[in-house]
C-alpha cells in the first residue's frame, strides 16, 4: 500500500468511525461511494417515516446554510444565531461550530418540522439535503489534489431505502441542491477537513475564535473588516473591496477564503510589511509582558 492510499484509507476510516458514532441505529456499516456509485433511494410527503428524521438529530450549519437560513427568515446574523442555534464542537477538533438548536420537547425536534414537513425546505441544511449520504474528503493538502468519497447511512427508521428509485451519488446530490451550497462553502470545508486529519491539534484562542466568527457571524466579519485595521493590514485590490462591500455572497466566499489563508497561510493574500512589522513588535511586546510578569510572580512567592 502506497502512501497516499494509506492516507485516504485513514481519512475514510475516520470518517466512518464518526458516522458510526453518530448513527447508533445503523443497521449497516456505512459503505463507502464514489459519484458513480448507485443507490436506491425515495424520500416523499406520504411515506410511512415522513420527517422522522427532523427530530432528536445534530444538524451541523455551515457558512451557506445560516446564510441562507437568516435571510430567508428576514432576520440579522444576531437574531438568527441567538434564536434558532448553539454552539457545539466538529467532531475530534476542537474547532467550534453553529448547530440548529431542537425543540425542548419529548422527540427534540427541528425547530422547521411540521406535519407537513420541512417549513424552510428551499433553504434547507446542507446536512439535510445530503441525507442519506454523507461525504468525506481526503485531501492530499501537499500535492493540491483531493479525492471526494461518500457515505451511505441507513438508519432503522429510514423507509425511503426500500424504494426503488435509482440514483447515482451525483445525481442525487444535484437534485437536492447541494452544489451551490458545495462551492460557495469550499474553503471552509477544505479548513475543517485539515483541522480533522491532524486531530485535536492545539490552535490559539485567537484562531478558534476567527474560526467561529467566520463560520458564523457574516454580519460580525463585516464589522471585522470595515470597522478594523484589517483592510490596511492586507494589501487587497479596490475592486474586490468594492465587491465585498455591495455584495454579500462576495463577501461570504472572501471571508472563507481569508479564514483558510489566516489558519493555514493557504491561498494567495498579501500582507502589508508595515503590518507585518507591527504585528511582530506587538509579539515581542506581548512576549516581554509575560516574561516580566512571571519574574514578579516567582518574585513574590514565599520560599
Ligand atoms: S431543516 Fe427541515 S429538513 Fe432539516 S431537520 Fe429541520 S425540518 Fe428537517
Ligand atoms: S424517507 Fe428517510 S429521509 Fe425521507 S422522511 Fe423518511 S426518514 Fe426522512
Redesign the pocket.
Known amino acids: 500500500m502506497n502512501s497516499e492510499q494509506k492516507g485516504f484509507d485513514e481519512g475514510l476510516s475516520e470518517v466512518k468511525e464518526d458516522v458510526e458514532a453518530k448513527v447508533k441505529k445503523s443497521v449497516v456499516v456505512p459503505e463507502y461511494l464514489t459519484g458513480q456509485s448507485k443507490i436506491y433511494f425515495r424520500?416523499y410527503p406520504g411515506?410511512g417515516?415522513?420527517?422522522?428524521?427532523?427530530s432528536g438529530t445534530r444538524i451541523l450549519l455551515s457558512p451557506y446554510d445560516i446564510y441562507a437560513l437568516k435571510k430567508r427568515l428576514g432576520m440579522t446574523y444576531n437574531e438568527f444565531l441567538a434564536t434558532y442555534t448553539r454552539q457545539s464542537f466538529i467532531d475530534n477538533t476542537p474547532l467550534p461550530i453553529t448547530i440548529l438548536k431542537m425543540k425542548n420537547d419529548e422527540t427534540k425536534s427541528c425547530p422547521f418540522v411540521t406535519a407537513e414537513g420541512c417549513t424552510v425546505y428551499a433553504d434547507r441544511p446542507l446536512t439535510c439535503r445530503y441525507?442519506?449520504i454523507g461525504m468525506g474528503i481526503m485531501k492530499q493538502f501537499d500535492k493540491g489534489t483531493g479525492t471526494n468519497f461518500f457515505i451511505k447511512i441507513k438508519?432503522d427508521?429510514?423507509?425511503?431505502h426500500n424504494e426503488d428509485k435509482a440514483w447515482t451519488i451525483d445525481k442525487w446530490r444535484a437534485d437536492q441542491g447541494s452544489t451551490v451550497y458545495d462551492e460557495i462553502n469550499n474553503d471552509w470545508m477544505e479548513v475543517v477537513l485539515k483541522a480533522k486529519t491532524l486531530g485535536m491539534v492545539e490552535f490559539s484562542q485567537k484562531s478558534l475564535s476567527l474560526f467561529f466568527m467566520v463560520s458564523s457571524n457574516l454580519d460580525a466579519f463585516r464589522k471585522f473588516v470595515f470597522e478594523s485595521n484589517f483592510l490596511n493590514a492586507y494589501d487587497i485590490e479596490p475592486e474586490v473591496v468594492k465587491r465585498i462591500k455591495e455584495d454579500e455572497i462576495e463577501l461570504l466566499k472572501f471571508s472563507l477564503s481569508w479564514l483558510r489563508f489566516t489558519m493555514y497561510g493557504e491561498g494567495d493574500f498579501k500582507v502589508r510589511e508595515e503590518a507585518r512589522k507591527k504585528a511582530r513588535e506587538r509579539l515581542i511586546a506581548e512576549r516581554e509582558e509575560q516574561a516580566r510578569l512571571e519574574r514578579e510572580r516567582s518574585h513574590k512567592e514565599p520560599d
Open positions: 424520500c411515506i417515516c415522513f420527517t422522522k428524521c427532523c441525507y442519506p438508519e427508521h429510514c423507509l425511503g
